[in-house]
Every structure is written in structure tokens, then in C-alpha cells.
């Protein structure tokens, strides 16, 4: 078996093993076997405009990641997620964040691999979303701001495991990785990722895609993008209301939710 990566490609990040393809999946379900925790959803929690290529995190993006909260704490108590986000230092990239909520303790668990606090919008909107919640943000310092090596996504992964550690009371299981120490971790499952060329949606470098597309269109979105980079609901004048009038909004398709399930059980 070859593998589709070498072990300096993982530990240098030359490639972006984890973008737009089914190896993010495999690395996670490795992670995750031999435990009996549930395995993370990963979300995308951004608006997408037309032709831009930085997301923008807005009302519609903050709904529809309340729907999918609520709609799982239905089916269980805890959930853990792995929730990319547009980035706020670099035009076009996006960060990935470690998420956890617990419905019978009330918390909401965060970390951030830049060892800050939990987005703003994000904070504001799950306060009106969850207002018995108490928000706990771990703040360990795993990678740099100025020398963005982007491990963000696989740290995100060992923080929602060590998450689970804590809950449990395994706090000994704890591994706290910083960027270096989360590659060479994971080379174990990433050398068993085969190198099948012929397999959708394998990994295209992103300057192979461009040559496809026009100057024109990718000025446009280069434009575009430079916008939505600079773009933050927190600045918009009426921000507060348009925090409360996203989670009504929310709990209100969540209420239609709840009667289509009651119909359908009724209907059986």
C-alpha cells in the first residue's frame, strides 16, 4: 500500500490533507475508534456570497447552526462538533474550533487553537440561545497567529477529545497537543490513507484549480472577498436585535420541527 502522503508532508503541512475531500473522515473515525463517545459533527458555519471566497458569518449562518444545536440535543445530552469558521487574519482561509455542548449539566464547552475566547457573534447569539447555559472557553495557546501553520482542523479534533476526557473525569487521557506534537500524532492514521489518484475528490493544489478559471472572475472574487474579510455582524448598528431576532428566528423553525415530528409519530 502506498501511502498518499509522506510523513514530512504531514509535519511541514505542505498539503492540506483535510480540505474538501474524504480524509478528514477517515482520520476522524481512526480517532475515535475504541471509545464510546459519539463521533463529532463538523459543520460549516459561514454564508457563502456569489463569487467572494471568504464566508461571512451572518444572521442566516447563526440560525442554521442553532436548528442543528437544538435538533441534537433532542437525540442526546452531549454533542461535540468541529465548526469551521471564515477566518478573521487571512483573506480566503478559514479556522477550525472545538464546540461541545451538555443539556443536563447546561454548559456550552469551547477552545480555540489560538488560545482566545469564543467569537463574539457566536457568544451573543448562544447566550440568547441557551440563556441558562454557563460558556466555558479553554485558552491554551496551541498554534501562532503570525505563523498560521494550519493544524487549526486537527486540534480541533484532540480538543473535543480532550473534552470528552474531562467530562468523563479521565483527566489523566488529557493530551493538550500544540500544533507540532497533533502532527506527528496523527501520522500513524494518515499514513494509512491510500494514494488512489482515481478517487473523487482527492486532493487538487489550489493553483491547478485557478488555471481553469478566468482573471476577470477571480479578480471578482478576490474583490469580493476582500469585502467579506473585512465584514463583521458585530459592527452592524442594530446588532443586538439582529442577535435576538436570529434565535427567535430559530426557535421558531425549531417549534415547527418539533410538530412535523409529532405529526409523523401520531401519523403511524
Not at 13 to 24: E, P, V
Not at 183 to 192: D, E, F, Q, S, T
Request: hydrophobic share 35%; aromatic share 12%; charged share 25%.
Amino acid at each position: 500500500m502506498s501511502s498518499k502522503y509522506t510523513q514530512q508532508e504531514i509535519l511541514d503541512i505542505t498539503k492540506t490533507f483535510i480540505q474538501g475531500n474524504s480524509d478528514a473522515d477517515f482520520i476522524q473515525k481512526k480517532m475515535y475508534e475504541g471509545f464510546s463517545y459519539p463521533r463529532p459533527s463538523r459543520l460549516f458555519i459561514f454564508s457563502q456570497k456569489k463569487n467572494s471566497d471568504h464566508g461571512v458569518v451572518d444572521t442566516a449562518a447563526l440560525e442554521e447552526l442553532g436548528q442543528i444545536l437544538l435538533k441534537n440535543n433532542l437525540h442526546a445530552s452531549i454533542n461535540a462538533y468541529n465548526l469551521t469558521l471564515p477566518s478573521v487574519n487571512e483573506m480566503g482561509g478559514y479556522h477550525a474550533v472545538a464546540l461541545m455542548t451538555d443539556t443536563k449539566a447546561n454548559t456550552i464547552w469551547y477552545q480555540d487553537s489560538y488560545g482566545i475566547e469564543m467569537r463574539k457573534e457566536l457568544k451573543d447569539f448562544f447566550k440568547q440561545l441557551f440563556p441558562k447555559y454557563k460558556i466555558t472557553c479553554f485558552n491554551q495557546i496551541q498554534q501562532d497567529k503570525q505563523r498560521n501553520d494550519r493544524s487549526c482542523y486537527l486540534l480541533a479534533e484532540y480538543n473535543i477529545l480532550d473534552m470528552w476526557h474531562r467530562k468523563t473525569n479521565h483527566t489523566q487521557l488529557l493530551k493538550e497537543y500544540d500544533s507540532t506534537e497533533a502532527r506527528k500524532a496523527v501520522w500513524n492514521i494518515v499514513k494509512l490513507i491510500e494514494n488512489d489518484t482515481s478517487a473523487k475528490g482527492s486532493y487538487i493544489p489550489k493553483a491547478k484549480q485557478d488555471e481553469v478559471l478566468s482573471k476577470k472572475y477571480l479578480l471578482e472574487c478576490k474583490k469580493n472577498g476582500y469585502r467579506d474579510f473585512k465584514y463583521s455582524l458585530t459592527q452592524e448598528k442594530n446588532y443586538t436585535t439582529l442577535i435576538k431576532q436570529a434565535a427567535q428566528k430559530t426557535f421558531a423553525l425549531h417549534n415547527m420541527y418539533l410538530k412535523l415530528l409529532e405529526q409523523n409519530f401520531f401519523s403511524k
